[in-house]
């Protein structure tokens, strides 16, 4: 049936709200961290949480072209879960990291530097390039050939060192108890909540501060994923 005047009217105004409702949720749709670009509301969590991976890789490869020193992260993985297939001490420490970032504190951490290059080469340009080290201090950590390694190549290089215990009561044994005797260490356990390990890293950022590492520019937060590194990211999901 043709429609009538009351219903191009009633129309009309179901559009006009449809189109108001439209670009309220427009204007309120969250962004992604750092990236500069809206969240498509079609993406998965997974898909979110590789564009976030990918400009964190990019603002690592930022801070080295333009020679910022950084606080590197070394750290031992640790336990699989198996139900989620993450690392619990990456998991941690990647808190630890995103929130240092967030206050313009420049780190690395290995998952952030890329795979482009020979995996000790990787790690010695983060030693080496760093003004800080902090040294994450586990069981596992202790036992780790490479972590011994890269705990050694800092003491070699005179490197100051921060480190972060994750467990109350433990005294770390081995290298890295012998190197990190004596040093001011910051408690960091991964059972945490937000707003302890807020305060946690408040201590940890003090410290790096102290000895010798500085915000990174304010536009680095801005940076935009490169054509090339928007490739790695699809074909990573």
Request: charge should be negative; include cysteine; glycine fraction near 6%.
């Amino acid at each position: 049936a043709p429609a009538t005047d009351t219903d191009t009217a009633t129309a009309t105004a179901t559009d006009t709200a449809t189109a108001t409702a439209t670009a309220t949720e427009t204007a309120t749709k969250p962004r992604a961290p750092h990236s500069g670009g809206e969240v498509a509301p079609e993406e998965t969590k997974a898909e979110v949480e590789a564009r976030s991976m990918a400009v964190y890789r990019e603002l690592t490869k930022l801070m080295s072209q333009r020679g910022i020193k950084w606080a590197m992260m070394s750290y031992c993985w640790g336990e699989l879960d198996e139900e989620t297939k993450t690392w619990d001490m990456q998991e941690m420490v990647l808190r630890v990291y995103k929130e240092l970032i967030r206050r313009r504190i420049p780190v690395w951490m290995d998952i952030m530097g890329g795979v482009a290059m020979d995996v000790n080469e990787m790690m010695s340009a983060a030693v080496d390039n760093a003004a800080v080290v902090v040294p994450v201090l586990t069981k596992a950590y202790e036992k780790s050939v490479s972590c011994k390694m890269e705990i050694g190549f800092t003491k070699e290089l005179a490197k100051p060192m921060a480190p972060i215990r994750t467990e109350k009561g433990h005294t770390p044994k081995g290298p890295a108890g012998l190197i990190t005797a004596g040093l001011e260490w910051t408690l960091v356990e991964p059972s945490m909540s937000d707003t302890e390990l807020w305060g946690a890293v408040d201590e940890l950022e003090r410290k790096l501060m102290a000895k010798g590492v500085q915000r990174f520019p304010k536009e680095l937060l801005n940076v935009q994923l490169d054509e090339g590194e928007e490739q790695e990211r699809q074909r990573q999901l």
